[in-house]
Structure formats: C-alpha cells, structure tokens
C-alpha cells in the first residue's frame, strides 16, 4: 500500500509524559500536514511543511508542540508534557504542490489517537 | 477568513433512499470545496472537489455535489442510499492557495434496513 502511513495507531500516555508521533506520506508528495480531531469535531489545522520547511503553523500549535520533517520525507509530531487536553486524534496528510502553483488533493492517514489520563 | 457549516449532525435514511447531506459555506474569494468521508477507525477519504469548473460535480461511489455560488451551498447528494454508506461526511473548503483545509463538524449519516 502507497499510502500514507501513521504510527502508532493508538498512544496511551500519562500527563505529563513526552509522546512522539511519525508519518510517512505518499513518496512523491512533497507537502505533508497535521490536523488534530476531537470528538465530535471536524479536523483541525495545525502546521504544514513543503519538503524539510515548515510554512505554516497554527494558533493552536503551543510551545509544548513541535514537528519536524528533517529529510523532507517522513515527519515527527512530538507533544511535550501532555495534557488531558491532548487527547485526540492526530492526523497527517500529504498532497503533491505543482510548479504550476496548484495543490493536488490531500491524502489523509488513519491517524494516531492519543488519550491522556 | 473562510468557514463551513454543515446544516445537520446526524442524518438517517432508509437503503435505497436518496442521501441529502446539507453545507454552506463563506470565504471571501472562490472556494475550492470538497467532501470527505470517514468510516469508522479508517482514515478521512475524498469522495469529490469543485474547483471553479462544472458546478455539478460527480465524485466516487455514486456520490455527487452541486455548487451553487448565489446560495452559498455545497449539498452532497446520491440517489440511493447503500449500507456501506454509514459513516461521518465532512464538507471542506480550502483557503486561496490550497494549503490548509477547513473542514465543517462533520455529518453523520445512518443508514437503515
């Protein structure tokens, strides 16, 4: 399967605990994103990279929250201390960005649901 | 800033019934829209996206969505309803450059025997 693939699919974490989240996204897409899912929520946007650059991060992306994707091809999400707050379904996608300028559609993982007690 | 707003949570149908599933949304610009859909414990999958081509836009598994700019609506409809169609919709719109989705609360759909 060409997919993209997220591990793992299920973390359980303590408060206060560092947890590291992985993605591989389809081989030839060079944008990779996180959205975060609460339940009972559509997903949520919280940074992309183009290759190895992160372009964007969002509000929600706390200093307790940082992702990296060193080679420009898989990507790590690591929460720092976390919180109850913090559970939810964390998922990654990728799309391929043309020269044209225009982005192919995203293609989600299944996710990696964190719960923290 | 863009926004979409799906109009029902829950919606349950018979199989072999149509499949109505309402959205609006706002942006300042064209929208690009999509509908995505969620099955259980599997990853959110593109069922179609309107781009500013046809406004009838037909997507995968006998689903499609007319966009109708003086309405702002994006409704995703299919004439007959399939038990493997239960699962959460999600209607999306993208911002100016289609890097980050905006994705509604997402919609229900049950359907029955």
């Known amino acids: 399967d060409t997919g993209v693939s997220q591990n793992p699919r299920h973390k359980i974490t303590k408060r206060g605990q560092n947890v590291t989240f992985r993605c591989d996204p389809i081989?030839?897409?060079?944008?990779l994103y996180w959205y975060r899912q609460t339940l009972g929520q559509g997903p949520e946007f919280l940074t992309y990279f183009q290759n190895e650059a992160q372009l964007e991060k969002s509000r929600l992306l706390s200093d307790r929250f940082s992702a990296e994707r060193p080679k420009g091809s898989f990507s790590t999400l690591e929460i720092q201390r976390t919180e109850q707050g913090d559970s939810a379904m964390y998922l990654c996608?990728?799309?391929?960005?043309?020269?044209?300028?225009?982005?192919?559609?995203?293609?989600f993982g299944n996710g990696t649901r964190l719960t923290v007690t | 800033a863009q926004s979409v707003t799906q109009l029902d949570s829950h919606v349950s149908v018979s199989e072999g019934t149509p499949v109505l599933l309402r959205c609006n949304y706002s942006?300042?610009?064209?929208?690009?829209l999509f509908w995505y859909v969620q099955h259980p414990n599997k990853g959110l999958q593109l069922l179609l996206k309107y781009t500013s081509a046809a406004t009838l836009v037909k997507g995968i598994n006998g689903f499609e969505a007319e966009f109708k700019k003086s309405e702002t609506s994006f409704h995703l409809t299919k004439p007959s309803a399939h038990m493997s169609d239960a699962a959460e919709y999600f209607c999306v719109v993208s911002d100016r450059r289609g890097n980050k989705l905006v994705f509604g609360a997402g919609t229900i759909l049950r359907v029955k025997s």
């Open positions: 081989s030839e897409h060079n944008r």
């Open positions: 996608a990728s799309s391929l960005f043309r020269a044209s300028g225009t982005n192919s559609p995203l293609h």
């Open positions: 942006s300042s610009y064209s929208p690009s």
